[in-house]
T-cell receptor, first 115, second 110 residues
């Protein structure tokens, strides 16, 4: 099973709303990632969790709040977003880097529109 | 800051032709990955390159890695329409910190 599952697939939210994106994997991966991708651009790294601890935050605004409740789940809590935050949000997972192969497996993404 | 650059950014090629996409990166790494993305879809893993001189082939695609030159190539042989997509290389420089290249949008025309 090389599947990373993200929900929801599509989300429309107002600038005053609070919502959460969810991501789940059962590959035993201990590194999980959030990426943001705008149209016709490469994915941009937002957060990395290693063994359920936040290891990298790429200077992401505090209106994005990640959470890793356990080794299989990763959430991204959204609050007071701006229209420019509209994008495809991708979750990925991989083995921890001390294993040689850190190939990342990506979920299908959440298409977020902020209105 | 790690920079990962691909060229060309856009590639339009005729069916049956060969071409190479280049991926240059700015820091030492021996973990490089190639992904494919279809419009509106997620990223599909194509190749995993984990050592200097690594070469992997799958169908009409072949990827290689030269860590000394900080260069990876994705070679397309006898292109077919189904290969039309955006191709990204990604470098894991410090361990669990993937940075993607700028992407190459490939269109194969009959």
């Amino acid at each position: 099973d090389t599947e990373v599952t993200q929900t929801p697939k599509h989300l429309v939210m107002g600038m005053t709303n609070k919502k959460s994106l969810k991501c789940e994997q059962h590959m035993g991966h201990r590194a999980m990632y959030w990426y943001k991708q705008k149209a016709k651009k490469p994915p941009e790294l937002m957060f990395v969790y290693s063994y359920e601890k936040l290891s990298i935050n790429e200077s992401v605004p505090s209106r994005f709040s990640p959470e890793c409740p356990n080794s299989s789940l990763l959430n991204l809590h959204l609050h007071a977003l701006q229209p420019e935050d509209s994008a495809l949000y991708l979750c990925a997972s991989s083995h921890f880097f001390k294993r040689r192969n850190t190939e990342a497996f990506f979920g299908q993404g959440t298409r977020l529109t902020v209105v | 800051e790690l920079k990962v650059e691909q060229n060309p950014l856009f590639l339009s090629m005729q069916e049956g032709k060969n071409y190479t996409i280049y991926c240059n990166y700015s820091t030492t790494s021996d973990r490089l990955y190639w992904y494919r993305q279809d419009p509106g879809k997620s990223l599909e893993s194509l190749f995993v390159l984990l050592s200097n001189g690594a070469v992997k082939q799958e169908g009409r695609l072949m990827a290689s890695l030269d860590t000394k030159a900080r260069l990876s190539t994705l070679h397309i042989t006898a292109a077919v329409h189904d290969l039309s997509a955006t191709y990204f290389c990604a470098v894991d420089a410090t361990g669990n910190q993937f940075y993607f290249g700028t992407g190459t949008s490939l269109t194969v025309i009959p």
